[in-house]
């Protein structure tokens, strides 16, 4: 594999565990439980991580 080709991984989350800013708050680290019960982290530049808050919808104009 060519080292300048990105590579895609895929992950079943289970649930967010926890997510804290660190880095002095340009940084936000993400933890979710696994489908296997591992826990995952992620590190988010806090720029990326408003913008997926952006694009993701809460929720909050669903009927239930």
């Known amino acids: 594999?060519?080292?300048d080709r990105p590579?895609?991984?895929a992950v079943a989350v289970r649930e967010?565990?926890?997510a804290e800013f660190i880095d002095g708050?340009?940084?936000v680290a993400v933890r979710f439980a696994a489908a296997d019960g591992q826990?995952?982290?992620v590190?988010?530049?806090r720029w990326v991580f408003s913008e997926l808050?952006?694009?993701v919808p809460d929720g909050s104009d669903r009927q239930r």
């Open 53 to 55: 808050q952006a694009i």
């Open 16 to 18: 967010l565990v926890g």
């Open 39 to 41: 826990i995952i982290g």
């Open 43 to 45: 590190l988010i530049p």
């Open 1 to 3: 594999m060519s080292e």
């Open 25 to 27: 708050g340009d940084t």
């Open 7 to 9: 590579v895609a991984t």
